[in-house]
Each structure stands twice: as structure tokens, then as C-alpha cells.
């Protein structure tokens, strides 16, 4: 067997196409690979001050106004983040509403929408609110079906459903038909009821037209084409085109319970849905929503969104860690240690070349630095890193300090020392190493 043996080349290929210097990942379709089902646009809608709270955000009046005027900071005029749905059944929830059409109306770029139950009397609640949107729970599933109902069947189901679409669009509003547990319901349910949903709204204004919110609420979906109903993401897509609602009518709301939030996210949009509901920072109930900075970093790099102020998630994330709620150490993109390394290699690698060892321009897109704690396995990198991380200096690996302090961490660690050092604990150390003769200025 004979093999091609690998050449030289004079220059590295980084792939700039796929890895610019100063943007997220971009996909680059292999020729002719394009999906022609990709919709022109997607975008998301935010579930927060709804599924977040439910699944345990402790909200006030003022923090919820706080988290929607972030949300705004984030989204911009970039068109990314479109809506957020708001409960209306308690005084707190109805003055964040309030507060919230207040200053969409004054030129907040997110509107607020509503929630309620598929009931006649629920949608009474929202009549004279001000919005324009109300999403409406429609448990889809014979779990649901069959047992939430006294007495259960689909047939009821979709006859109470109707009724209270009948009353949201008689009053005015656009109806949004969150079809719970979508995942595992019969399709005999749910192109039959998509399809009456369209008939009766057909009389009223194309304002009024309804929206279809597929809901994977166990987080059972498979973002996989060849899946028989119910489980498959794109199919469940591509059927209910096919019974009529364009894609700019679909949105997906998945959880993340077996992992697969953000990557059936993906396979709805590739099947032709414009929408992702979900939560910046993934809050919801159980193991949280779609993290909404997430898909749209991958829909940037689709080429479907245009670009938010990532950077204010910061913010939020304190704004969380204020209220018992802040990210894991380890949660993607915005926890303490996602940009942190520990291992020697790596941190040789960031001093020779930072991109190697970042998946994209941390700092600038996220507005986060690029972390090294000191372990045991740090290494004198480690050290040379972190020192030119917070003084801008990079010392050879023969300086003597250098070289004396990395023998004293590494007499510790020796020593049975578990836990990592930190800048703060070699700064003063370290600070001499880099200062004009070993003497920090006064005040240092």
C-alpha cells in the first residue's frame, strides 16, 4: 500500500474563511451543500421572565425590568432577539409586563408578549394589556391529552384550544400555539389542529396570522432527518410546512434534559424554522431552556442573524450571581473557567500563539479575558502567562526570580497543595520579578 506522503508548505493554513480573526465561527458549506430549506433569517425569542422564573429565577419587579433592559443592550437594533413572553396572572408579573411595554414603546427594541393557558377565560386576561402576541399552552401529547382533561381525549383537547383562539383573535391579538410535548404527540393531533387553528384564523387579518410553537418539553427531540414522528426535529419542520405554516410562523422550544438543546435548535432552523425560543444563559425549569447566546453564535455563523452585544452578558451573569443564580464555573462561553486553562501545554501554547488554544477572539467578542490558574501541572508557562496576563511583561523561561518562584509553588503542590494559586496570591511576588531592580513603587 503506498501513501501520499504530507508536504511542506511555506505558510499555515488557519482556515480564515471558517475562523476569522475577529467573529465567531462561520460555516462554510462544502460546494452545492447548502440547505435550500435554510430560512433567509432566524432569530430568537427570549422566555425568561416566563420559563425562567418557572423553573426558579427569583424575580422582582425591579430585577425582571432589569434583565429586560439587558436584553435590549444585547439584541440592539441587530434584529437577534425579537420578543419576550411574560406571565399575567400575579400583580408583580403584570407591573413587569407594564413596565415593559412602557419602554418597548419608547423604543426598546424586544417586545413583550404574553402567556396564558388555551382557555376563554385566560385569554380575557390579555384583551386590553397592550400587547399583540399571546402565546396560549396546547398540550399536544396523550400524556397530556388523556390525562390532564377530565374527561381526557384529543378531541376535547383541540375543541377547548380552539375556543380560546376563537376569543384571542376576536379581541385582536395574534395567537401563538405553544403545542406542549410536541415530541411525543401523535401527528394525527397535531396536523389536524395546526390546520383548523389556520382555517378559523383565515377570516381575520394577516397581522393576526398564528403563530406555531413547537414545544420539546421533556428534551426527548433527535435533531436527525431519518427519525420516525415524533421524535425528530426537522420532520416535525418539515411537516408542518407541509400542512401550510411558513417558516417564518415556526418556532422551536426545546430543553436540554438529554443534552441536545442547542443541537436540535440547529436542526429545526436547517429544516426551515425562523425562530428559537429560549433563555440567554439557558434558565428554565429542570436542566434549563436553549441558551440563546449559544444558537445565535451558531446562527451568526450560519449567516441567518446579525450580530448582538455579547458582551453585556456579563452583566447578566452577575446580575444572576446577585440573586443565588449565577452560571456553573464551567458553563460554556460565560462561567468562570470556560476560558480558564490549568495545563502547562496549553498555556505554553497561548504564550506562542493565543489562537491555538481559543476557539474564537474571547476578549473581544465576549469581553472576557483568557484565565490560567497554577496548578501543579501549570509548568514555568503557566507562570510566564499569567504574569504577562496582569503586567503585560513576558519573562524568559531562564529568569532566575522566574525560575525561583515556580520552585516554590511546585515545593508546595509537591507537598500535598490541592488547590490552584491564583494571580492574587503571586502579585506581589510576581511584581517584583518585573519591576525595575526587584523594588515595586511606592503604593504597589
Known sequence: MT????????????????????????????????PASLPAQAWTTETTHRDGQQGGLPLTVETGLAIYDLMGRFSGQSGALRQAEFFVY?????????????????????????????????????????????????S???????????????????????????????????????LEDATRAPREFILPFVEAVQTLAAAYPAAQAPRIRVC?????????????????????MRDLQAAGVPGELLEFHPHNDTHLVVANSLSAVMA?????????????????????????LHLMGLGLSSGADFTVLNELNSLYEELGQGVPAKYPLYGRDAHRTRAGIHADGLNKFWPMYAPFNVPALLGRPLELSLTKDSGL?????????????????????LRA???????????????AAEWEEIAERALKLTAPDGVLPSGA
Open 381 to 401: 508557562a503557566g507562570l510566564i502567562f499569567l504574569i504577562k496576563a496582569h503586567t503585560g511583561t513576558e519573562l524568559p523561561k531562564e529568569h532566575a526570580g
Open 3 to 34: 501513501h501520499t506522503p504530507v508536504q511542506d508548505v511555506t505558510a499555515p493554513d488557519l482556515f480564515p474563511a471558517a475562523f476569522p480573526e475577529d467573529a465567531f465561527p462561520q460555516v462554510v458549506w462544502a460546494p452545492n451543500e447548502r
Open 216 to 236: 420539546d418539553t421533556m428534551g426527548v427531540g433527535l435533531p436527525l432527518d431519518g427519525v420516525a414522528w415524533p421524535r425528530s426535529v426537522p420532520r416535525l
Open 140 to 178: 399536544a401529547s396523550d400524556y397530556h391529552t388523556f390525562y390532564k382533561f377530565t374527561p381526557g381525549g384529543r378531541a376535547q383537547a383541540a375543541r377547548t384550544y380552539l375556543d380560546a383562539v376563537q376569543a384571542v383573535l376576536d379581541v385582536g391579538l395574534r395567537p401563538r400555539l405553544h
Open 272 to 296: 426551515g424554522c425562523a425562530a428559537i425560543n429560549g433563555t440567554l444563559l439557558g434558565k428554565g425549569e429542570r436542566t434549563g431552556n436553549a441558551p440563546l447566546e449559544g444558537v445565535l
Open 90 to 138: 400575579r400583580p408583580a408579573d403584570r407591573a413587569m409586563l407594564e413596565g415593559a411595554l412602557e419602554r418597548w414603546h419608547g423604543g426598546h427594541p424586544v417586545e413583550p408578549t404574553t402567556w396564558i393557558r388555551a382557555t376563554r377565560s385566560d385569554a380575557a386576561l390579555v384583551a386590553g394589556l397592550g400587547v399583540r402576541e399571546t402565546g396560549m399552552l396546547a
Open 405 to 419: 518562584l515556580h520552585a516554590q509553588l511546585s515545593a508546595e503542590f509537591d507537598a500535598g497543595r490541592q488547590t
